[in-house]
């Protein structure tokens, strides 16, 4: 079971739906498309869009058509690849996307505040670890940061490189 969660807590009643070849959204559901479908359709004016990023995709395709993103996936389809994380923050700090980025696919729990210092604002959860984590509010900090992100520190001086006075 797939279970969205932000910082406010479990939403209900997600109307986002992954498109695949088998999964189509229903009359009170809206699509997430793959890359390739969004752009089709986001060049044909249409707007109010879900799309889903791929590791291997070019975020950067999407820079003309931001406007009509409402929701933008960036899949992470194994712990060890962290490709949407670059996504995510190219979207957010070079193409300055300031809509929901949500994370789908293996969402674990230690990656989430990492995740949601690169912009990502929503995830898709399945893990039943994770899950549970979240339902107790037991989200893990990062006492360290090699660098700025699209979401700063709330501690200056948690930048292991800057100099403390």
């Known amino acids: 079971m797939t279970r969205i969660w932000n ?3 479990f939403v209900n009643d997600d109307p986002w739906v992954i ?4 999964t189509k959204a229903g009359n009170n ?3 997430i498309l793959p890359l390739d479908a969004f752009l089709e359709k986001a060049k044909a004016g249409e707007s109010g869009l879900g799309v889903l990023i791929k590791p291997a995709d070019n975020v950067k395709e999407l820079a003309p058509y931001l406007d009509r993103i409402a929701l933008a996936a960036v899949s992470f389809p194994a712990f060890s690849d962290g490709r949407s994380f670059s996504h995510a ?3 957010r ?5 300031q809509g929901e980025i949500r994370a789908v696919g293996d969402v674990l729990i230690d990656p989430i505040p990492l995740m949601l210092r690169v912009g ?12 549970k984590r979240l339902e107790e509010g037991r989200l893990p900090g ?9 979401r700063p520190s ?3 001086h948690s930048y292991s490189w800057r100099r403390v006075s």
Do not use: M, W
């Not at 498109?19 to 088998?22: A, F, M, P, Q, S």
């Not at 700090?93 to 996307?97: A, K, M, S």
């Not at 990502?120 to 899950?131: K, Q, R, Y």
């Open 7 to 9: 910082e406010a807590g």
């Open 19 to 22: 498109e695949t070849e088998e």
């Open 29 to 31: 559901e809206k699509p």
């Open 89 to 91: 923050s190219i979207l």
């Open 93 to 97: 700090e070079r193409l300055g996307y």
């Open 120 to 131: 990502i604002n929503s995830f898709a959860v399945t893990n039943p670890v994770a899950l």
């Open 142 to 150: 990062i006492d360290k940061h090699y660098q700025p992100t699209a």
């Open 154 to 156: 709330q501690n200056p």
